[in-house]
């Protein structure tokens, strides 16, 4: 069973940092893309960032400049570096990926998505 993983989520204060981590296991044949999104209470998910399997990254630009995403290739591995958080920035993250996996069928290309994790940014 193919599984995201999210972890580093918490309470910080505004102008403090985290770090999230997202690992993927399971049958996976290749990674394309991973990406961070959030959601607040009462708003649509959103992009957060993203970064490619060459190593380009995408970011929100309410984000760029505090957050930066990076990939452990060799790990299955996504990290979101956040610091000078505001509280607007509080939301579950999830972690999302395209995929390859094998299952029983073969090869299957899939968007899959980790169980979130809060950050909540507050004094």
């Known amino acids: 069973q193919v599984q995201l993983v999210e972890s580093g989520g918490g309470l910080v204060q505004p102008g403090g940092s985290l770090r999230l981590s997202c690992v993927a296991s399971?049958?996976?044949?290749?990674?394309?893309?991973m990406g961070w999104y959030r959601q607040a209470p009462g708003k649509q998910r959103e992009l957060v960032a993203s970064?490619?399997?060459?190593?380009?990254?995408n970011y929100a630009d309410s984000v760029k400049g505090r957050f930066t995403i990076a990939r452990d290739y060799a790990k299955n591995t996504v990290y979101l570096h956040m610091i000078s958080l505001k509280p607007e920035d509080t939301a579950v993250y999830y972690c999302?990926?395209?995929?390859?996996?094998?299952?029983?069928?073969?090869?299957?290309?899939?968007?899959?998505w980790g169980q979130g994790t809060q950050v909540t940014v507050s004094s």
């Open positions: 399971g049958r996976i044949f290749n990674i394309f893309r």
């Open positions: 970064i490619s399997s060459g190593g380009s990254t």
């Open positions: 999302n990926a395209d995929m390859s996996t094998l299952g029983t069928m073969g090869r299957v290309r899939g968007d899959y």
